[in-house]
Antibody
Framework: EVQLVESGGDLVQPGGSLRVSCTASGFTFNTYDMNWVRQAPGKGLEWVSHIGAAGRTKDYAGSVRGRFTISRDNAKNSLYLQMNSLRAEDTAIYYCGRLYTTSSGKALDMWGQGTLVTVSP | EIVLTQSPGTLSLSPGDRATLSCRAS???????LVWYQQKPGQAPRLLIYGASRRATGTPDRFSGSGSGTDFTLTISRLEPEDFAVYYCQQSGNSPFTFGPGTKVDIK
């Protein structure tokens, strides 16, 4: 089955750190760029980070740059988001998404079910 | 940063109605970079339309996308009960790859 499964969400104190993971199955993981997108409770979607298929190109939203690090291990079909210096406003469901890229456009064509990160004392 | 504005915020319609959702960008967006997603409560988003007008695999043909430059539209020709959801546009061409705030389509 083709799927993405996130894990690692937890309750963490402000200023703390957490790493969330996304495990892929059913497709050739190392040929796809991947993204993280988050959604605060009751709010809309916010793009967080992008990583190229080989892991060399990385990009971040301004709200997380310098605090979050995206990485991947293609041998393990896994994507990671290391989150440091967490703030209350980082509380959200974190989704990983597969980036489908063609000459006609690019979009997140597969999403995981999400993992909840709560930042609170 | 490209800011996307969606209107209306909420659209109250009945099954069988036609729905027209708007997405406006603060600067020109390539047509290959405009995407529409659908999200139902408690679920992850689902890709509907990419490249402004191309239906993703599994998207029913009652959904259509159009537009160019700064103005894009998602049209649902006849609403089915399963179409009541929140719809987001996203631009995937220029980092940060911003989303609009969403349009909720609910039952009148």
């Amino acid at each position: 089955e083709v799927q993405l499964v996130e894990s690692g969400g937890d309750l963490v104190q402000p200023g703390g750190s957490l790493r969330v993971s996304c495990t892929a199955s059913g497709f050739t993981f190392n040929t796809y760029d991947m993204n993280w997108v988050r959604q605060a409770p009751g709010k809309g979607l916010e793009w967080v980070s992008h990583i190229g298929a080989a892991g060399r190109t990385k990009d971040y939203a301004g709200s997380v740059r310098g605090r979050f690090t995206i990485s991947r291990d293609n041998a393990k079909n896994s994507l990671y988001l290391q989150m440091n210096s967490l703030r209350a406003e980082d509380t959200a469901i974190y989704y990983c998404g597969r980036l489908y890229t063609t000459s006609s456009g690019k979009a997140l064509d597969m999403w995981g079910q999400g993992t909840l990160v709560t930042v609170s004392p | 940063e490209i800011v996307l504005t969606q209107s209306p915020g909420t659209l109250s319609l009945s099954p069988g109605d036609r729905a027209t959702l708007s997405c406006r960008a603060s600067q020109s967006v390539s047509s290959t970079s405009l995407v529409w997603y659908q999200q139902k409560p408690g679920q992850a988003p689902r890709l509907l339309i990419y490249g402004a007008s191309r239906r993703a695999t599994g998207t029913p043909d009652r959904f259509s996308g159009s537009g160019s430059g700064t103005d894009f539209t998602l049209t649902i020709s006849r609403l089915e009960p399963e179409d009541f959801a929140v719809y987001y546009c996203q631009q995937s061409g220029n980092s940060p790859f911003t989303f609009g705030p969403g349009t909720k389509v609910d039952i009148k």
